[in-house]
């Protein structure tokens, strides 16, 4: 089975603080991912990684950073925390290439709140 | 422009009372379409991938189809224990995923 794990279910956070959000998983996966998903806004994609050391952007990466030093770890980097990053992250992992092997799978999520 | 339209948003059955879920795409080229099952504050579990028109997938009480505008997530007899967000994803030909917003689902005993 694979497995996804993040580094913690809830988060309380000030304003202006760093925060590291931390992912692992141990099904070999090339491809990391991070979402947000926020009510009635579905998932949106923060940043994702196809190989250690590489990153992209996704849909909103305004804010956030992130960092691959090995491949079964994917950070996501929140340089100074606002309140309008109050939501719930979710990390998944898949490998590329092939359809049937394209599938995410997802990690139990990290609620984050932003005071 | 929405990408990934899921119907209805939020659905109320009876125990035993059969439904369907609707997923509909706008995406140039699929290259793939996923159902997930979300539980209150859990991450998505991933639930079937289908690939191309006319395919079909079925687990238990929930059975996944795919027409080239569209899937369905038909749900027979359920139970209380299937209420939770059903989430559709689709891949276009160029990697990209798009998440529609799920429907909530609630099986009343």
């Known amino acids: 089975d694979v497995k996804v794990t993040q580094s913690s279910r809830y988060l309380v956070k000030r304003t202006g603080e760093k925060v590291f959000l931390e992912c692992v998983q141990d099904m070999d996966h090339e491809n990391m991912f991070w979402y947000r998903q926020d009510p009635g806004l579905g998932l949106r994609l923060i940043y994702f990684s196809y190989d250690v050391k590489m990153k992209e952007k996704g849909d909103i990466p305004e804010g956030y950073s992130v960092s691959r030093e090995k491949k079964e770890r994917f950070s996501l980097i929140l340089e100074s925390a606002s309140t309008n990053q109050t939501s719930m992250y979710l990390c998944a992992s898949g490998r590329p290439g092939g359809a049937a092997k394209e599938t995410q799978y997802f990690g139990p999520g990290t609620r984050l709140l932003v005071l | 422009e929405d990408q990934v339209t899921q119907s209805p948003e939020a659905l109320r059955l009876q125990e035993g009372e059969s439904s369907s879920l609707n997923c509909s795409y706008t995406?140039?080229?699929?290259?793939?379409l996923f159902w997930y099952r979300q539980d209150p504050g859990k991450g998505p579990e991933f639930l079937f991938t289908?690939?191309?028109a006319g395919e079909e997938k079925e687990k238990e009480r929930l059975k996944a189809t795919l027409t080239k505008k569209e899937s369905f997530l038909h749900i027979t007899a359920p139970k209380p224990e299937d209420s939770a967000t059903y989430l559709c994803a689709v891949q276009e030909t160029g990697n990209q995923f798009y998440f529609g917003t799920g429907t909530s689902l609630t099986v009343i005993p």
């Open positions: 289908l690939y191309s």
């Open positions: 995406v140039s080229g699929l290259r793939g």
